[in-house]
């Protein structure tokens, strides 16, 4: 399940410059831990990390690690009836988010065209078990951030329409204004094969991008729009809709209120940001803007949104890209 999370970090050779391999995770060792954990069947392990981890300092990815582990399903449940009712909510959360990936292997990656009756039932009788262990946690910890973003993805998987939509995003928001995740999950939410249109989600990707304070990590979302809206054009009006001057001068204003700005961290995804950048860039033809991108990035490559030039292997695509601006 394409999920837009962050990734890791490997590195390899390639003609004797830094390698282009795609990262597993973020680097943070307690990702590996958690996954370890969760593989073992070991809840009081993954409990133990999840629980050192506040949801101010970003549990998502630890707990995404946990939920596109093979079997928890099959334990998570037995694990919650030993718990207190006191202690049960993060159980919950873990139960609800891992529905929602399991959800995701049922249906496949594949076209919804290609996707058969039963696959649909099974994904959406998966979504609504997770909506309800999402809601659950959402009313016994009301400042969490993570069940009301994890409704935003059960949300477009249940189809429940762009107003339900919305409310939710701005439940997540109101709790962490600036969370990544939620408004990536927003944006796919109105971009045109959603339901949305191309106008609305480039307008929702600059008032986010431009809302936030400069060095933001939501300068993601500038490139990603117009990925989005390349993507849904036919060969040649695509690339010429990647190279007009406005495209092009739209990438270069949010990368100096992201990426360029002084107050820029590199923290959480802020590989994903240069990688997104790095694919913009080479697709508007601006040579200098990539290769900015792609020094920066040094190999680490990040699965979105390469797969969409090379699904199965996006560290060869970003190769391509990186040769074709002369990096």
């Known amino acids: 399940m394409a999920l837009l999370r962050d990734l890791g970090l490997t590195l390899g050779k390639?003609?004797?410059?830094?390698?282009?391999?795609?990262?597993?995770?973020?680097?943070?060792?307690?990702?590996?831990?958690?996954?370890?954990?969760?593989?073992?069947?070991?809840?009081?392990?993954?409990r133990q990390v999840l629980a050192a981890r506040p949801?101010?300092?970003?549990?998502?990815?630890?707990?995404?690690?946990?939920?596109?582990?093979?079997?928890?399903?099959?334990?998570?449940?037995?694990?919650?009836?030993?718990?207190?009712?006191?202690?049960?909510?993060?159980?919950?959360?873990?139960?609800?988010?891992?529905?929602?990936?399991?959800?995701?292997?049922a249906r496949t990656a594949a076209r919804a065209a290609d996707v058969s009756r039963e696959q649909f039932e099974v994904f959406h009788a998966r979504l609504r078990t997770a909506e309800q262990w999402l809601y659950e946690v959402a009313e016994r910890e009301p400042r969490w951030v993570s069940p009301w973003y994890a409704l935003q993805i059960t949300g477009r998987g249940l189809q429940v329409g762009q107003v339900l939509a919305r409310r939710r995003f701005e439940a997540t928001v109101r709790r962490d204004p600036e969370h990544l995740g939620a408004h990536q999950q927003q944006l796919q939410q109105i971009c045109?094969?959603?339901?949305?249109?191309?106008?609305?989600?480039?307008?929702?990707?600059?008032?986010?991008?431009?809302?936030?304070?400069?060095?933001?990590?939501?300068?993601?979302?500038?490139?990603?729009?117009?990925?989005?809206?390349?993507?849904?054009?036919?060969?040649?009006?695509?690339?010429?809709?990647?190279?007009?001057?406005?495209?092009?001068?739209?990438?270069?204003?949010?990368?100096?209120?992201?990426?360029?700005?002084?107050?820029?961290?590199?923290?959480?995804?802020?590989?994903?940001?240069?990688?997104?950048?790095?694919?913009?860039?080479?697709?508007?033809?601006?040579?200098?803007?990539?290769?900015?991108?792609?020094?920066?990035?040094?190999g680490r490559v990040t699965e979105f949104p390469w797969s969409y030039l090379h699904g199965s292997d996006p560290a060869s695509a970003y190769r391509k890209q990186r040769a074709a601006v002369g990096r």
């Open 14 to 46: 390639w003609a004797g410059r830094p390698g282009a391999q795609v990262q597993k995770d973020s680097g943070d060792p307690d990702v590996a831990r958690v996954r370890e954990a969760a593989e073992a069947a070991d809840w009081a392990s993954v």
């Open 55 to 105: 949801e101010s300092e970003g549990r998502t990815e630890l707990l995404w690690a946990v939920a596109d582990t093979a079997g928890v399903e099959q334990w998570i449940t037995k694990a919650l009836d030993a718990e207190t009712e006191s202690e049960a909510t993060l159980a919950r959360l873990v139960a609800g988010i891992r529905h929602i990936s399991w959800a995701w292997e």
């Open 192 to 298: 045109e094969k959603w339901g949305g249109s191309h106008e609305e989600m480039h307008a929702f990707a600059r008032a986010s991008v431009f809302g936030a304070p400069g060095g933001t990590l939501l300068g993601l979302l500038v490139p990603v729009a117009h990925i989005e809206q390349w993507l849904s054009l036919d060969a040649g009006p695509d690339a010429a809709y990647m190279r007009r001057p406005e495209v092009v001068l739209s990438l270069r204003e949010a990368a100096d209120h992201s990426y360029r700005h002084p107050d820029f961290v590199r923290r959480g995804s802020w590989n994903l940001v240069l990688n997104a950048f790095a694919m913009a860039f080479s697709l508007a033809g601006d040579r200098v803007g990539a290769r900015e991108c792609f020094a920066a990035t040094d």
